[in-house]
Structures are given as structure tokens and as C-alpha cells.
């Protein structure tokens, strides 16, 4: 079997390029690994740019987001028993972000593939992408216990950090540059009243603490813990305590505690790998870099690389264009480096450094307050969060 382009990975990035792709008229056929109810259950981002809320309406999936999501202009920081917001409306100014979480994102593009009449093939295994150096690539993989082979033009990797896209790259082509935090974070949802209608980012002596939503009945809550925590270790009960310590005696007051229906532990790193495009072979998302999640940037980075992926790809379908292929890792990585040093300055700004001595300590705390003080430097976090523009 042919088909234009082989999207591997059914994540936001995948998913989001093979509608946009069959949108515009361009064949393709999207493999994943893992089954529907994975894919659409694991829980990750929440925090959408109104760049990646625009690509979401392009691609005919913005609904329920337009519907449900939560619009916030603006975010709170909390340290040394002061909270002080940021107000993107002012700053930006007029900017927003929306809180829709990933799972929502990821549905919504799941049965729009389904209605269009393409979807995914889920449960794809032992993938493998072959002679994208060349004019033929091929994709080999296993379905329902039979051998597959596809041929196309054009492959992208789409799938994550841990897929296979991106090892299959002669590794002597690829640069890569990493830092892997000492630190990793707890997160739970549940099903809560969130303590205030805006996100707080909260740094303290015992470490960070994020409180986030799904919902205005579904909190989402982050601690940062050692990277080897034991979940064990963490019934709810002690969980709560800590959020509230965290947050300062006038939020925890105000704090509504229950059950938590989900918990799990996220590694922090971040991770560029250079370039993004082998002969036929594309990277997007995460599968190209990763950013640690202070500042709600890896799923807006994803849909970042697909915005420019698909515009390069129906260009050259379409009219022939070779350019936007040619320019799509250097725009891209211009984009990723400034969302990776955003991610790492937030990263810096809010967590507790195992090592540091008290020096250390006085300099972030007068970080923290240069950007509360200063409208200059609100502004340079507050266009950040809100997201750089598209070249
Ligand atoms: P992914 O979502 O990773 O999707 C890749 C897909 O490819 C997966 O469905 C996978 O099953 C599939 N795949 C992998 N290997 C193969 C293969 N060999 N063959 C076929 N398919 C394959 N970002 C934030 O902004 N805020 C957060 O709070 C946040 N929390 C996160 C928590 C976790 C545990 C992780 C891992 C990431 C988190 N992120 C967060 C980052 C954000 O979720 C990612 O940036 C986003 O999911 C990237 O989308 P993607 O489509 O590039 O990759
Ligand atoms: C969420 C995650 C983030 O990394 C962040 O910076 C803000 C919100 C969330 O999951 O809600």
C-alpha cells in the first residue's frame, strides 16, 4: 500500500497533523502503538496558547473546547506569603491561555478522524521507518498479528520521546543537548472546587507547588518531589498537607480536599535534538524535544512544529513548493529554543535545588521578586506564557 505521508505516534502531534493533512487533501495514514483507550486516557498538559487554540479551530475540532475550556488571563505567584498575579489582559496585552486538558484535546481529534473516515490505526506494532534517506521510504509494522508494509513520500515522527522515529536517525546526524532535573512532580486530580478561578505557581522552602484545573469542579494539583518517589509514600492525606503548606495559610483555608482519582510522578527534562529533518524523515513534538512542564509548553510546542509541518507539507502537494520543507527544522528550532529557555528560567525560578546553599536561595527569591516588582520583567513571563508568535 502508498500513501503520501506515514504519521507515526497518535498523540496531539500526530493526531492534529493527519487532520490538517486530510483537510487540505493530502493522503496519509496515521500508526500508533498503544489502544484508543490509552491513548485517550493518559493524562498530561492542560494549559493551551490561543496559537495552538487557533490551529485547533483550523482543524474543525474546537467545539467543545470553544464550549468547555477555561479562558484565564492571567496567573498567580505565590512566595514568601505573597501572591502576586500576573495579568496577561495588561501585559500582553489582550492575551489569554485556555485550560482544556490534553485527554479533551486528544478526543476530540480521535473522533474527528473517526468521522472523516480515517482513523487511526491503533494497537500498530513493532514499527519500524526504512529508507527515509532516499525517494521511497517504507514503513513496516505488525497489525492484528500480520506483517504490513507501507510505502510514501514523506514520514513524520510523531511519537514522543520514546518512539522509535527519532532512534532510527544515524545518530552521528543527530546533535542532542539535555539537562535532567533533580527533581520530578507529583500530580493528582480530583474532584475538587479549585481554590481560586486562576493557576497558582507556588515556590517554597520544601519545593513547588502548582495548583491547576480541568474543570470548575476538577482540580489538577503538583507537588515537586524526588525523582524516585514512592507513590506509596504519598496517601492523600499527606498530599493535601503539603499543598496547603506550600500555598500559604489564606489558600490552604480555602483549600476543598477530597479523593484524588489519578496520581503519578513526571521526570523533568529538557531535550533538543538537532535538526529535525533526515531526508524524508520529519520530527514533531515531543519525539524532537522535550521542555520540563513549569511553564505549559510541550503540548503548545507540538502543536508549534505541526503548524509549520503542515503548512510545508501542503505546499509541496499542492503547489509544488519545496521551501517550507527546506526551512522547517531551522523555524522550528528557533521557536523550540525560546519555549526551552522559558521552560528552564520558570524551572529555575520556582523549585527547590537540592545542593543549594543559602546564597542561591536569596537570589531566586530576589528573582522572584524583580518580576513581581517590575512590569518589565512580568511582561517578559507574561509573553511567554501566553506564547510567542508564529514566524
Ligand atoms: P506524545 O503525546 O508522547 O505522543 C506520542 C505517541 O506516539 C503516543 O501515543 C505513543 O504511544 C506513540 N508511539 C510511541 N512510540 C511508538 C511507536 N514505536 N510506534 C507507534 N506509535 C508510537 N506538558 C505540559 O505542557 N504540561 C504538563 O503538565 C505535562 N505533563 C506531562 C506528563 C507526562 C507523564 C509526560 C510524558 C508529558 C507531559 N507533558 C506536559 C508534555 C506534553 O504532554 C507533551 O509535550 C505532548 O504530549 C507532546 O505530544 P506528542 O504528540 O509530541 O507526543
Ligand atoms: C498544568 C500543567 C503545567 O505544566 C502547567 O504549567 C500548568 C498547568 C496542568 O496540567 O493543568
Known sequence: MHTQVAIIGAGPAGLLLSQLLDLAGVDCVLLERRDRDYVEGRI????????????????????????????????????????????????????????????????????ARIARGNPP?????DVEVLDFDGERPRVRYRHNGAAKELSCDFIAGCDGFHGVCRASV?????????????????????RTKPVSDELIY??????????????????????????????????DDRIWEELKLRVGPEAAAALETGPSFEKSVTPMRSFVAEPLRFGR???????????PPTGAKGLNLAAADIHYLSEALVAFYKENRQDLLDTYSDKCLRR???????????TSLM?????????????????????????????????????????
Not at 65 to 82: C, P, Q
Open 281 to 291: 524523515l520529519f520530527l514533531a513534538g515531543d519525539a524532537g524535544h522535550i521542555v
Open 351 to 391: 523549585h527547590r535545588f537540592p545542593g543549594r546553599n543559602p546564597f542561591d536561595d536569596r537570589i531566586q527569591l530576589a528573582e522572584l521578586m524583580y518580576v513581581a516588582d517590575s512590569r518589565t520583567a512580568s511582561t517578559a513571563l507574561a509573553e511567554n506564557y501566553v506564547g510567542l508568535p508564529y514566524e
Open 336 to 346: 523550540i529554543w525560546k519555549a526551552e529557555r522559558f521552560s528552564w528560567w520558570m
Open 202 to 235: 507556588c515556590r517554597h522552602d520544601n519545593g513547588f507547588a502548582l495548583f491547576s484545573m480541568r474543570s470548575p469542579q476538577v482540580s489538577r494539583l503538583y507537588l515537586q518531589v524526588r525523582p524516585d518517589e514512592d507513590l506509596n509514600e504519598w496517601p
Open 121 to 125: 490505526v491503533f494497537e500498530a506494532e
Open 44 to 111: 498530561r498538559a492542560g494549559v493551551l496558547e490561543q496559537g495552538t487554540v487557533d490551529l485547533l479551530r483550523a482543524a474543525q475540532v474546537a467545539d467543545r473546547l470553544e464550549r468547555e475550556g477555561l479562558v484565564h488571563d492571567g496567573i498567580e505567584l505565590a512566595f514568601e506569603g505573597r501572591r502576586h498575579r500576573i495579568d496577561f489582559a495588561d501585559l500582553t496585552p489582550g492575551k489569554a491561555v485556555t485550560v482544556y486538558g490534553q485527554t479533551e484535546v486528544t478526543k476530540d481529534l480521535i473522533n
Open 170 to 190: 544515524p545518530q552521528d546526524s543527530l546533535r542532542i543537548f539535555e539537562r535532567v532535573y533533580p527533581f520530578a512532580w507529583l500530580g493528582i486530580l480530583t
